[in-house]
T-cell receptor
């Protein structure tokens, strides 16, 4: 299947710092990418939709100033957690749809963020 | 909006046995049903999917069945192996778009050697 690369896989940072997570579609272009948050033993929660060339669309309750999304190109979306606090610690996952007659959604490998 | 329920939440089987995970959905307009496998500390991996124009799809030891009338679909894993141990998520959507995918709560499958 298609490959979605996500980096870093794990990051530990101090409270108050910002952390950037990258999501790349390696063998296809994606005008749209999605960012999720996952708490332990829970399902995926959609945070926002990243749109190439325009502003991201955030789900209700997600602070857009806290979670900055930039879709710089057709293969790259970044999520920046600004002024991170311990409650932002979580597993963040991106995904990208491989469009076509039978569109499928592929996920990145996830980023475990720990804020001290 | 769509609501997807998944059962059971945990499933323990002996190596070699079969495992079945069931999901129900609420929106009759849903037409695409993927299944994802998530190993610890990793992102979900698409393992099989089915669209509403077919009732069953098989890929080696994995099969998915869809009953549109009853609005439920199931994942069947035969001859389970320890490496099948993971969390499995079902999902449903009506337009293929990732932002419209509604996920089930997940099933933790444990295959005992």
């Amino acid at each position: 299947g298609a490959v979605v690369s996500q980096h870093p896989s794990r990051v530990i940072c101090k409270s108050g710092t910002s952390v950037k997570i990258e999501c790349r579609s390696l063998d296809f272009q994606a005008t749209t990418m999605f960012w999720y948050r996952q708490f332990p033993k829970q399902s995926l929660m959609l945070m926002a939709t990243s749109n190439e060339g325009s502003k991201a669309t955030y789900e209700q309750g997600v602070e857009k100033d806290k979670f900055l999304i930039n879709h710089a190109s057709l293969t790259l979306s970044t999520l920046t957690v600004t002024s991170a606090h311990p409650e932002d610690s979580s597993f963040y996952i991106c995904s990208a749809p491989q469009t076509g007659a039978n569109e499928k959604l592929f996920f990145g490998s996830g980023t475990q963020l720990s804020v001290l | 909006g769509e609501n997807v329920e998944q059962h059971p939440s945990t499933l323990s089987v002996q190596e070699g046995d079969s495992a079945v995970i069931k999901c129900t959905y609420s929106d009759s307009a849903s037409n695409y049903f993927p299944w994802y496998k998530q190993e610890l500390g990793k992102g979900p991996q698409l393992i099989i999917d089915i669209r509403s124009n077919v009732g069953e799809k098989k890929d080696q030891r994995i099969a998915v069945t869809l009953n549109k009338t009853a609005k439920h679909f199931s994942l069947h894993i035969t001859e389970t192996q320890p490496e099948d141990s993971a969390v499995y998520f079902c999902a449903a959507t009506y337009n293929n778009a990732g932002n419209m995918l509604t996920f089930g709560g997940g099933t933790r499958l444990m295959v005992k050697p």
